[in-house]
């Protein structure tokens, strides 16, 4: 994948729709010092361009009974090609994984749960992930607090 170039003005109106993706035209604009529809076209591009990839709302699990956030590092048993596409599929299907990544180290994925309660980390991890055949152990780290939500990617 190919980095696409930005001048200031695009890292600028990146900057402030990774603060705040409501923004508009104008309001960014006032900001940065273009012409409302100079703004809207340059997010178009970046959007087309793939730059921004999409929009959504920031939900607060707590208040959707969300109590419990885990990472599950995961080591494999089994490289073979089927059973590890078969776990990623998986994982993919299960609302409570809400992200995963593959690993260089000592684990091959890293996953994030966001569960209810202990007892459904409990259930979800031993009735979902650890009985896949690929599957030959987990870690499991429970969030305590969080210091730092994602924040924006860093444009220099």
């Given amino acids: 994948m190919t980095a696409v170039r930005l001048d200031r003005i695009d890292a600028a109106i990146l900057r402030l729709l990774q603060a705040d993706a409501r923004l508009t035209a104008q309001e ?6 273009l012409s ?3 703004v809207a076209r340059r997010r178009q591009r970046l959007e087309e361009t793939g730059v921004i990839r999409g929009w959504r709302a920031e939900v607060d699990p707590a208040r959707v009974g969300i109590g419990v956030e885990a990472f599950v590092q995961v080591v494999m048993a089994t490289h073979d090609r089927r ?8 994982i993919r299907l299960v609302e409570e994984i809400v992200a995963a ?9 890293l996953l994030r749960l966001l569960c209810a309660d202990l007892a459904a980390l409990n259930r979800l991890v031993q009735e979902v992930i650890l009985p896949h055949p690929a599957v030959s152990r987990v870690q499991s780290q429970i969030v305590l607090e969080r210091l730092k939500e994602n924040g924006p990617v860093p444009l220099g």
Avoid: I, M, P
Avoid at 83 to 90: G, I, K, N, P, W
Avoid at 101 to 109: H, I, K, M, Q
């Fill in 36 to 38: 409302a529809s100079q």
């Fill in 28 to 33: 960014l604009s006032a900001r940065v010092g």
């Fill in 101 to 109: 990544w593959t690993l260089t180290g000592a684990s091959d994925y």
């Fill in 83 to 90: 059973q590890v596409a078969d776990f990623v599929s998986r």
